[in-house]
């Protein structure tokens, strides 16, 4: 089963412009974590961030988590072209251990 | 590290035959995840073990799918008899200390699998 929703199912910018991507969940949480997957390849980490944590940044990424409300943004600022693939959310629920449940991801075209 | 190691990267085979797919995770990881993505059912969590053992089989869709880890560098999943509707990209994937421990999860390329 899906426990997160993302937002918007697709979304194509131009390059330089920002990316921002959502995601929703529905239960508690230990921690929330971002992965990108490009084309016919598997899924790559990008950033992890804790139920007791608001906001984290990794380069050109932006993650801000919001408890109350079970959700969660990425923004990929100044995107590129390389930057085009499938970004997913996945959680770690509180309670199931080291399982990690991912979302249904945000597929994202970035043209020149 | 060469990483997650999938094998084969494409199987095309019929309905009926015994289809197994191989994993070796990165060394010194102490958990691997088996996962299966569709388009209608996005990514699915089969199984996963922690030390070689099954902790949570609960996502396995029926008694046609099995996998073992028999040591820590290998695991495999196994379906038999297969159907069409096994169709779908599987991943492998290991991590230290689980989705909660100080890794990320670290996947595959997946095996594309087709079953006519």
């Known amino acids: 089963s899906q426990q997160g929703e993302e937002d918007p199912q697709a979304l194509s910018i131009q390059e330089g412009e920002n990316a921002t991507m959502n995601c929703s969940y529905k239960t508690s949480i230990n921690n929330l974590q971002w992965y990108r997957q490009n084309s016919g390849r598997g899924l790559v980490h990008l950033i992890l961030i804790r139920s007791n944590e608001r906001e984290k940044h990794s380069g050109r990424l932006r993650v801000t988590l919001d408890t109350s409300k079970k959700s969660s943004s990425l923004l990929i600022t100044a995107s590129r072209a390389a930057d085009t693939a499938s970004y997913f959310c996945a959680t770690v629920n509180t309670g199931t251990a080291s399982k990690l449940t991912f979302g249904t991801g945000t597929r994202l075209q970035v043209t020149l | 590290d060469a990483g997650v190691i999938q094998s084969p990267r494409h199987e095309v085979t019929e309905m009926g035959q015994e289809v197994t797919l191989r994993c070796k995770p990165i060394s010194g990881h102490d958990y691997l995840f088996w996962y299966r993505q569709t388009m209608m059912r996005g990514l699915e969590l089969l199984i996963y073990f922690n030390n070689n053992v099954p902790i949570d089989d609960s996502g396995m869709p029926e008694d046609r799918f099995s996998a073992k880890m028999p040591n820590a560098s290998f695991s495999t999943l196994k379906i038999q008899p297969s159907e069409p509707r096994d169709s779908a990209v599987y991943f492998c994937?290991?991590?230290?200390?689980?989705?909660?421990?100080?890794?990320?999860?670290?996947f595959g390329n997946g095996t594309r699998l087709t079953v006519t």
């Open positions: 994937a290991s991590s230290f200390g689980g989705a909660v421990g100080p890794s990320p999860l670290h």
